[in-house]
């Protein structure tokens, strides 16, 4: 059968499916529409007065602007139009950031948890009631936003939702969807993949900490993970782990990454930067102790696309203190790295000459040996990064 | 069709035109992807209850009925259906019950039933919608060559079922 004759079927078909179904189509018709709207705007406003004063008495509210989001546009230009979830309108806004009070009704609902990827015996899954915000003292909401991840002109709810077995707490974001007075689970948009990673377990790919959540009118939700191999040396709580926003849509059946870096590790074949790291030289520290000087090249550093970073990182010694310089030139002084702590340092590199020189001064106690210090510091780790990837991570055998 | 208008009296018209003019052809749309005359109707009136709650905005669109479609095509293939939203209140208000469908009005759907989802709403869109191919890929956010393969699959397989369906019912 050709094309043709296919199509004087099927037309055929469709002019008997429309004459025979029309008939039978009894709009429910506008009145109905209008009698709808104001329904759900009385339950709405009730919803919206009981959250204000959950808020006051909870005094806890903390909303970043007022204001849900505006309908999503569909089409705002042409006969039909791409999927709002795969072209973002260029006018999209952040939502709210709800961190108290109701976020959104969450805090007060029974809310279906996905079985956590990690620690899944010590977390809740399954029907699990929410009061305030809290399923008992290891578990809570900590922040939500309202957007419309399907497109259907209805916004869902997402939550940044915490278990604490132990001493961190470990993230999960899950969106939920409205069903009359509770909510249906939509997915888990991410969460903590493994649990904290010392090196060298060499986990850096996964997802190690869910810390901030944030979402715009699109539909798309932005969430902050981070990979924490590069902590253990950090005693101080600094920000040493790599942390980055990624951006996920809802496609229709699962929760997808629409953007930001997609891995932990920056792809080698891509950034062609060499580092080159020198040999540690001892010498007797000014004040007395022991000066230890770590030199790191980083060549081709100018056809980098994002900045570059160099980060020392040591075990914990009493006594030992780091200092770093970046310069652009051997033996010319540079700029002081200011940001880092008794036992890491880190100097962006400057991306305006071919090279990059970097070093590091790690000053020791006197009185401690050379074999001591190498028995204290371990393993020392130099970090490169570019934006807010890793490049290349080496060892410093002092 | 008249034109939108922007100014605030003229809206309430211009929705029941839109409402008139466009809730049968969704509905004929949905029914024939779901096979489910009653599911359909509910789908269309939730839409434009979702329209007319911010009319305001979407009367100023270019083309409000798409935003309608957009939405009713959205609730048909995100499992709306399946959950009760809002819909008790819709069955509250309607209580009159869509009859039985005979026998030559479900040889379509029958047919469409036995496609693949991508399929089915590509020949629903392309035949009963009677969108150009390059609207159905842009409502679909696929390539265009995607759609043609959808459809030439599609319209194959509806056609030797409506032609095997239309020998049987001779037979009879």
Redesign the interface.
Known sequence: MSEYEHDDVLWSAVDTYRADTDPLIRPTGTAAAYATVRHRKRVRSVGVAASALVAVLAGGFAITTLGGPGPTQPNPGGSTSASPAASPSPTNSPVPVATGGSLYGLAGAVLDLPARKVLPKDCPAGPTAFRDGKAGPDVWIDSAVETDLDADGTPEQVALIYCRPGEIPLGQVVAFRRDGDGFTTLGVVVQVETPLALPPQQTPMTVERVTKLAGDSSGEIQVEVGNLETTYSDLSGGPIGLYQWRSYRWNGSAFAQSGGSPSFTADTDVVPLNVVLSSPDLSPAPGGGTQVEVKVRVERVAQALAPVTVLLSVANAPGVTIVGEAASAPRVAGQACAEGTQQWVRCQTDRGHDHAFLTFHLTVPAGMTISELRRDLGDSWIYVRVGDQELIRLAATL | MAPYRDDGPDRRAD??EC?AAH??SL??QL??YLGN?SEA?DMV?E????????WD??AR???PP??VR??AW??A??G?RR????L???RR??E?H??A??P??V???R?LAALPDVQRRA?VLF??AQ?TIA??A????VAEGTVKSWLHRG??A???Q??EARKEHDHV
């Not at chain 2, 842009?138 to 956010?141: G, K, N, R, S």
């Open positions: 929705f029941e409402y809730f049968h509905t004929l029914n024939a005359l109707q009136q839409a434009f209850v979702r329209a007319l709650a911010r905005t979407i669109y270019a083309d798409a935003w957009r939405v959205n609730l293939t995100s709306w959950r009760r939203t809002a008790n209140f819709l208000q309607r009159e869509v009859p469908p005979g030559d009005r040889a379509l759907t047919a020949c035949y009963l969108l609207e159905i842009e409502q679909e956010d319209r194959t509806l056609a030797a409506l032609t």
